[in-house]
T-cell receptor, first 114, second 112 residues
Framework: DAGVTQSPTHLIKTRGQQVTLRCSPK?????VSWYQQALGQGPQFIFQ???????QRGNFPDRFSGHQFPNYSSELNVNALLLGDSALYLC?????????????FGPGTRLTVT | QKEVEQDPGPLSVPEGAIVSLNCTYS??????FMWYRQYSRKGPELLMY????GNKEDGRFTAQVDKSSKYISLFIRDSQPSDSATYLC????????????FGKGTRLHILP
């Protein structure tokens, strides 16, 4: 049973560019949440997707957007990258039938903005 | 005041010792409490979760919640070098539309 997978593993971008990160949830899960984890900090909630719609959003600007596909996989898009966007981006999946708090994380995508 | 406070450490203890990790919180609406373990350059791994006051045990790990004091703890018995990692507390409200709030994490080193 595959767990949560994310791609790519690492990414280097230049300020002002756009980036797309991808996530496939754990088998049987239908809800995907995205988090940003800066070095030495805990994960910060970006948003959550369920039934292909954004259900909840944290304090992140509109430059951060997402999408969920019918197979429950998800994308995180960040436009007009800033140096401060450099972080580990984590995807977590859960089952809406059980509890959205039992979240299982992927290995993350490390984004470096230069 | 931050919603969740966690001492970043590092905390160094000898192998075999009992480890105590703690978090405090300010929002009395939090009802669901979790502990994650995160190894370097990896995603967090869910260790334990509970939504009631009291103790919950799983192998060498015990999670303790004191809602009256807004204080949660994770105890690790017979600590091993493989327990060396960052431990994150997290909490949420029993409403499926609410987000989870994480602490900053405590770096733990178990010395052989």
């Amino acid at each position: 049973d595959a767990g949560v997978t994310q791609s790519p593993t690492h990414l280097i971008k230049t300020r002002g560019q756009q980036v797309t990160l991808r996530c496939s949830p754990k088998s049987g899960h239908d809800t995907v949440s995205w988090y940003q984890q800066a070095l030495g900090q805990g994960p910060q909630f970006i948003f959550q997707y369920y039934e292909e719609e954004e259900r909840q959003r944290g304090n992140f600007p509109d430059r951060f957007s997402g999408h969920q596909f019918p197979n429950y996989s998800s994308e995180l898009n960040v436009n007009a990258l800033l140096l401060g966007d450099s972080a580990l981006y984590l995807c977590a999946s859960s089952s809406n039938r059980v509890s959205s708090y039992e979240q299982y994380f992927g290995p993350g995508t490390r984004l470096t903005v230069t | 005041q931050k919603e969740v406070e966690q001492d970043p450490g590092p905390l160094s203890v000898p192998e075999g010792a009992i480890v105590s990790l703690n978090c405090t919180y300010s929002n009395s609406a939090f009802q669901y409490f979790m502990w994650y373990r995160q190894y370097s350059r990896k995603g967090p791994e869910l260790l334990m979760y509970t939504y009631s006051s009291g103790n919950k045990e799983d192998g060498r790990f015990t999670a303790q919640v004191d809602k009256s004091s807004k204080y949660i703890s994770l105890f690790i018995r017979d600590s091993q070098p493989s327990d060396s990692a960052t431990y994150l507390c997290a909490m949420g409200i029993l409403n499926r539309d609410d987000k989870i709030i994480f602490g900053k994490g405590t770096r733990l080193h178990i010395l052989p």
